[in-house]
């Protein structure tokens, strides 16, 4: 009997490095938000610590809100690029302005820096959903084999902590250059490299990349996909798990910074300090695949027939392994 085939290979290292960068181009701006913003608009932009974690709270409950919203309108896009490829390259240029918009500081009153803030942080999160969701569910329509898919998403993560580390151990020398010594200067010039370098990056994914699985096409209502999604109980567990995790990180992100500046008193050696704990975080990545396929290799071990040599005319006795 024929040992089954090998799934075929359809993605090569140039479509998995396209595709790994395009997460490198979203958290050049994601981290920026989560380590910087919020000491940016107490420190810099001059606005209440209060009014910023409210601000936070419901831009967050908004884009929480849209994020399934994109992700419907998304899976229901049909063009000659795919389903998910077009948004990214439709999502540049808003995704590259509102970038730099969040960190221009004018001189409105106390009331007006709040509106402000309200504002571009809602513009730029939206944005950041119109790219990011189509981008994250690219992964399921690049290859039908499912190993492949695995290492694009190592290939991922390694892009995404790729990002971590040039946000983590450049913008504060940015800042400090661009603004020589005016962070109000410095932030948006800074941003300005950011801007670009993720705008590079997400037009090579968008080039890089090639959407071979078709998903069958989705015959229900929104609203029916939404009370799914909900029933959805994995949805739900990883959803949660999603949850407690990105508050973690936020607290953790948030409060870095501070404690250098404050505590320490040197806010550029939080860099150091973060760029060392990235590093370890790719090295997990890294063994993904490999701890991925061992685990498999032991599913296969635990339940392939074993066989046993018995009896004198050398007759082969099998028992199943449980």
Known sequence: MNSP???EKLVFWKEKIGYAVGDTASCLYWQTF?????????????IAPAA?????????????????????????????????RPWILWGII??????????ITPDFSPSGKLIYAYTTYTLVMMAYTVVNVPYGALLGVLSPNSEERTTLASYRFIGAFLGNIIVQGSLLYFVRIFGKGNDRLGYPLAMVVFAAGAGVLFFYTF????????????????????KDLIKNRPWVV???????????????NAVTLYYFKYYIGDQAAAAPFLVSGTVFSIVGALLTPYATRFLREQEGDLHRPHFDQCGDDGSLLFHQTR
């Open 34 to 46: 989560s380590m910087f913003l919020m000491i940016f608009y107490t420190d810099t932009f001059g």
């Open 52 to 84: 910023v974690g409210t601000m936070f709270l419901i831009t967050r409950i908004w884009d929480a809100a849209i994020d399934p919203v994109m992700g419907v309108i998304a899976d229901r896009t049909e063009t000659r690029h795919g389903k998910f």
């Open 238 to 252: 990883l959803c949660l798990m999603g949850l407690a995790t990105l508050i973690y990180i936020s607290i953790r």
């Open 207 to 226: 080039l890089s990349t090639k959407e071979r699985v078709k998903p069958p096409q989705a015959a229900s209502t929104v609203s029916k996909d939404l």
């Open 5 to 7: 085939q090998a799934p």
């Open 94 to 103: 808003p995704f590259t302005v509102s970038g730099v918009l969040l960190f």
